[in-house]
C-alpha cells in the first residue's frame, strides 16, 4: 500500500510540536514538508524543535520553512514562549537540527510547490492559523486539484470559543481569530476541508488519568511525550486555561478508526471583523465543509498510546 503525502503546518506549540510527532509515528504516512506559522509561538524556537524531531526520526528528506505571513491579533506572549521548555528538554539537546532541511522559501511558497510537484493529491493537516494554505491556493488555484483534503484544528461552532480580549465576544477560537481573512479565505476555497473545533478537541483535556496512563507505557518515546505534556498541567484546572489535546486530535484524524469520529457535513460561514472576528459558525448559504463534531476520546488516547510505542524514532534511544 502506498503511503499517503502529508504537509504539516503547525505554529510551534506545545500540542504542535506532539503532533509532529505523532505524525512520524504513524505508518501509512508520508511526510513531505513541515511549514511553520509564527503564531502561537517564537519561530526560532519552533524551527530547532521541529528540526530536532525530525531528527530522531531520521526524517532527513523532509523539507521546512518558516512563515512570513503575520495575522493581525498577536498570541499571547507567555504562550509563545512555553513551548521553549521542550527546546529544554535533555532529548532535544542531545538531537541535531540539520539546517540543511531548511529552504529559503516561505511557507506558502513551500507549500505551493510540494502540493504542485506532488504524485497524487495531497494531505494538508494545519494545527496553527490556516494563513499559508490560504495564501497558497489564492494564488494558484488549480492547486485544489491536488489537494486530498485539508484537517485543521481551528473554530468553535456550537461551543463557546478560547478568545478571551477586551474587543471580542468570545465566540472564537485562537487558530481563527489570529488571522480572521485567511480563516475566511479557507472556507471560502472550499477545499475538502474538515474542520476539527473545540466541540470535539473539549472532549480531550489533558488530564491526570491521561498522563498516568501514558506514564505506564516506558518508551523513549512515551517519556519524551510525557515530559511535553507534563509543561501544560500549569494550566490545569480553570476551565480556560484547561491544555486541550486540540491538535494531536486534528493529528489523529489522519490515522484512528474511523469509528471514533463523528464528522457533520454542512455550510459555514466565518466573520472577519469586531466583536466576533474569527468566528466560524453553521449557516446555510455559507460555504461547504465538514467538522469533527464529537470524539471517541477513550478511543483516541488508545490510539495515541499505541502510536507512542512506535519503533520509528531511531536515532531515540534514551530520554
Ligand atoms: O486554540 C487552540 C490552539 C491549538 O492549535 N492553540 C493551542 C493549540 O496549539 C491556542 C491556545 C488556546 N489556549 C491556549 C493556547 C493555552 N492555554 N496555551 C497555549 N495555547
Ligand atoms: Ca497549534
Known amino acids: 500500500m502506498s503511503k499517503q503525502p502529508v504537509i504539516f503546518d503547525h505554529d510551534g506549540g506545545i500540542d504542535d510540536l506532539l503532533s509532529l510527532i505523532l505524525l512520524l509515528c504513524m505508518p501509512h504516512i508520508e511526510l513531505k514538508a513541515v511549514c511553520i506559522t509564527p503564531a502561537d509561538c517564537y519561530p526560532d524556537d519552533a524551527l530547532e524543535s521541529t528540526l530536532k524531531i525530525l531528527h530522531m526520526f531520521n526524517a532527513t528528506d523532509v523539507k521546512v520553512s518558516v ?21 529544554a528538554l535533555p532529548a532535544f539537546l542531545r538531537s541535531q537540527a540539520d539546517l540543511t ?11 505551493r510547490q510540494v502540493i504542485a510537484s506532488s504524485h497524487e493529491p495531497i494531505t494538508v493537516l494545519m494545527t496553527g492559523p490556516a494563513s499559508n494554505l490560504a495564501a497558497a491556493v489564492i494564488t494558484v488555484p488549480e492547486l485544489k486539484q491536488n489537494i486530498a483534503n485539508v484537517v485543521w484544528m ?5 461551543v463557546r470559543g478560547n478568545v478571551a ?8 477560537e485562537w487558530n481563527a481569530y489570529w488571522h480572521p481573512q485567511a480563516t475566511y479565505d479557507l472556507l471560502a476555497a472550499e477545499l475538502p476541508l474538515v474542520l476539527v473545533p473545540l466541540d470535539a478537541t473539549n472532549r480531550l483535556p489533558v488530564s491526570w488519568d491521561f498522563l ?10 512515551s517519556e519524551l511525550a510525557g515530559q511535553c505534556w507534563a509543561a501544560t498541567v500549569t494550566a490545569i484546572p480553570a476551565y480556560e486555561f484547561t491544555y486541550f489535546m486540540w491538535d494531536v486530535l486534528a493529528t489523529c484524524v489522519l490515522g484512528v478508526d474511523s469509528d471514533a469520529l463523528t464528522i457533520t457535513e454542512g455550510r459555514c460561514q466565518a ?14 448559504s455559507g460555504f461547504t465543509c465538514s467538522w469533527l463534531s464529537d470524539a471517541d476520546a477513550k478511543k483516541i ?7 507512542l510505542q512506535s519503533k520509528n524514532a531511531v536515532n531515540l534511544s534514551n530520554c
Open 67 to 87: 512563515g512570513n505571513i503575520i495575522g493581525p491579533n498577536p498570541f499571547p506572549a507567555d504562550w509563545r514562549a512555553q513551548p521553549r521548555f521542550c527546546r
Open 271 to 284: 466573520s472577519t471583523n469586531t466583536p466576533n472576528a474569527g468566528q466560524i459558525w453553521q449557516d446555510n
Open 101 to 111: 532541511q531548511c529552504v529559503s522559501a516561505p511557507a506558502d511558497e513551500l507549500m
Open 212 to 221: 498516568e496512563g501514558l506514564s505506564k507505557i516506558g518508551t523513549p518515546l
Open 154 to 158: 481551528g473554530g468553535a461552532i456550537d
Open 301 to 307: 488516547i488508545d490510539y495515541i498510546f499505541c502510536l
Open 165 to 172: 480580549m477586551h474587543d471580542h465576544n468570545g465566540t472564537a
